[in-house]
């Protein structure tokens, strides 16, 4: 049987099966971008446009151009790390502790600004206190271990029933059930902030 060329351009990749004639490589970054020719970039553009950044001096913010998904990634010095990590590296030097957040000054690191001017070592706390400010901060639903809607915690809180008829109505612990009522956990949703007198019995 004869093999053919993947229909890509410039790739000479022979292909056993053939996915809409091309090779296995193209077509699955057409299904996941739409263009067979989308999610890379070139040998080197990446160390590139980390040092363009590290020494760029605009008020701007600056976004990392590659098509990476999230927070994108990139390698510096032999390590995997998101691109505003390696900048602020590069810019103001190595992690002052282990676990410093690059943490962002605007409002765009979710969108992957790598303005050094706008980063800065951070601990978590602070960098999700920045988070809330900016409100891009996932909340409830939006994050990726929530186990209940918005609309279903908003229910709970508004349940009159016990917290065991509760929990085990929606899948969750009575210690969630409680954590709701009192406000502990979504209270940005509830109105309901936790103190100490208010925990439930």
């Known amino acids: 049987m004869t093999k053919k060329e993947c229909s890509v351009e410039g790739c000479s990749t022979t292909t056993g099966k053939f996915h809409s004639g091309m090779c296995s490589m193209h077509y699955q970054r057409k299904r996941r971008h739409g263009d067979p020719m989308s999610g890379r970039s070139p040998n080197g ?15 701007d913010c600056l976004f990392w151009p590659f098509p990476d998904t999230g927070y994108g990634g990139t390698n510096l010095n032999g390590t995997r790390m998101a691109p505003s990590r390696a900048v602020c590296v590069l810019r103001h030097g190595p992690p002052p502790f282990p676990k410093a957040d690059a943490a962002h000054s605007c409002a765009n690191g979710h969108k992957r600004c790598v303005n050094p001017n706008h ?4 601990t978590r706390l602070e960098n999700v206190r920045d988070m809330e400010a900016h ?27 016990g917290y065991r008829e509760i929990a085990a109505e929606y899948g969750i612990t009575r210690s969630a059930v409680g954590h709701i009522k009192t406000g502990a956990h979504w209270s940005w949703l509830t109105g309901k902030h936790h103190t100490p007198q208010s925990a439930a019995a």
């Open 119 to 122: 980063l800065r070592w951070a």
């Open 45 to 59: 553009a990446r160390a590139a446009f980390l040092k363009h950044a590290a020494a760029y001096d605009g008020d």
């Open 135 to 161: 409100g891009t901060k996932p909340l409830g639903d939006g994050t990726s271990g929530a186990k209940l809607t918005n609309e279903q915690a908003l229910a709970v809180f508004n349940d009159p029933r």
